[in-house]
């Protein structure tokens, strides 16, 4: 009799502490649910460990430190999307600079896609980053008439702009004042009565490419790689500096996967590697870009921003002062900060180019993200003539 009572309280307390497992597991949902985080498991653990000196005794974990998240996630990632190619200390300084203001709490992650053999935990992610290269690449091939065809087209159209506008000297409406042409300006009312000299080479030029990779490309994602490589390899083609990547963003983290860079003349095929997943925080991406080429020697920058214009991430834009609401990262709101650090690049000398590749009913709101310096491609039949009469505009404004 009392070894069945003592059954009954055992399995009664139990089923209390199972109960108050399951209330806390419900709370600890709804809590992350109602915030928009993506995934619990990642931010607080509950785990039952069995104790080996105490088989019966089982702990009970429920929060974990800043560090131990921060750690958690970033390892997450690289397993996910590959190994970084900064340090940490490096990561801390950037982070620092460009995780403020609507990208609080955000991080980045810099990577080039490779992958730790050992870790296990993303072995079908990194089967379907392999998958999606080789459809890339026989999609590339497929067409390659049609493609290389693109590539000619526009490498003559960017090599002839520049050529046109590299010459040693030209008449100009800055430069040198040229007295024998003062008479111009008086009767003729011409302002180009300077002369302007160039430089006789492209070394003063360099281009970023950065590529849209979040889950809405998934249906576009060998036309993406395609267009990316037509442009990086006329730019090389053109001896002109070209450095590519793509974005995505995945819980609060941004991923830059870099593909090449721009001494790496000879790696334009590593554009295929190429894939979608997750989400899109365009205004981070771009900030990134940005910083990234505010710093470089170069003269004259151009980015261009291949992407479906739909901003839509998980984490939301912090409260601030006089906003004490989380926003989503998405729609509208997407769009104005998106929008926003494009007009920054732009006021610090960087023009920023947009090719989309979305559907029809989102070109208003890509519009208000890159105003006049955009182009919308259907198809890659007129690719290279659309493109190219873009960066030959670009071109011109850069040598006039």
């Not at 970033?74 to 190619?85: L, M």
């Amino acid at each position: 009799m009392l070894a069945v009572k003592e059954k009954n309280v055992k399995s009664k307390s139990k089923s209390l502490l199972q109960m108050d497992i399951e209330m806390v597991r419900s709370w600890r949902n709804l809590l992350f649910k109602h915030f928009n985080l993506i995934s619990a498991n990642l931010i607080w653990k509950i785990s039952f460990e069995k104790d080996k000196e105490k088989p019966n005794n089982e702990t009970f974990h429920l929060f974990k430190s800043t560090d131990e998240i921060n750690r958690d996630e970033r390892k997450f990632i690289q397993g996910y999307y590959g190994n970084s190619i900064l340090q940490e200390s490096e990561i801390k300084i950037l982070e620092r600079n460009l995780c403020v203001g609507n990208h609080k709490d955000c991080h980045i992650h810099f990577t080039r896609g490779d992958f730790d053999v050992n870790n296990k935990n993303a072995v079908n992610h990194r089967n379907k980053v392999l998958k999606q290269k080789q459809k890339n690449n026989e999609y590339y091939n497929e067409n390659f008439i049609k493609n290389n065809n693109n590539i000619l087209k526009l490498t003559n159209k960017i090599r002839n702009t520049i050529l046109v506008n590299l010459e040693s000297s030209c008449i100009s409406k800055t430069g040198k004042f040229a007295a024998g042409k003062a008479w111009r300006n008086l009767y003729l009312y011409d302002d180009k009565i300077f002369i302007k000299n160039f430089k006789n080479d492209f070394g003063n030029l360099t281009v970023d490419i950065m590529l849209d990779a979040s889950g809405s490309q998934a249906n576009r994602q060998e036309i993406i790689a395609t267009e990316g490589y037509i442009i990086a390899e006329s730019l090389t083609r053109c001896q002109i500096p070209v450095r590519v990547y793509s974005f995505c963003s995945l819980k609060d983290y941004t991923i830059i996967n870099l593909f090449r860079d721009y001494n790496e003349v000879n790696k334009n095929n590593k554009i295929f590697d190429y894939n979608s997943s997750g989400y899109n925080r365009d205004g981070l991406a771009i900030r990134t870009a940005v910083y990234m080429m505010k710093n470089l020697n170069s003269e004259h920058k151009i980015l261009i921003v291949l992407s479906d214009g739909k901003p839509n991430d998980m984490q939301c834009i912090p409260s601030s002062g006089t906003n004490h609401i989380q926003c989503d990262y998405a729609d509208a709101m997407g769009v104005k900060d998106t929008a926003l650090e494009v007009r920054k690049g732009i006021h610090n000398g960087i023009p920023i180019l947009g090719v989309f590749t979305g559907i029809d009913e989102d070109v208003p709101a890509v519009k208000k993200i890159y105003g006049h310096n955009l182009v919308h491609i259907k198809s890659l039949e007129r690719f290279a003539d659309i493109v190219g009469i873009m960066l030959q505009n670009e071109l011109k404004n850069i040598y006039e």
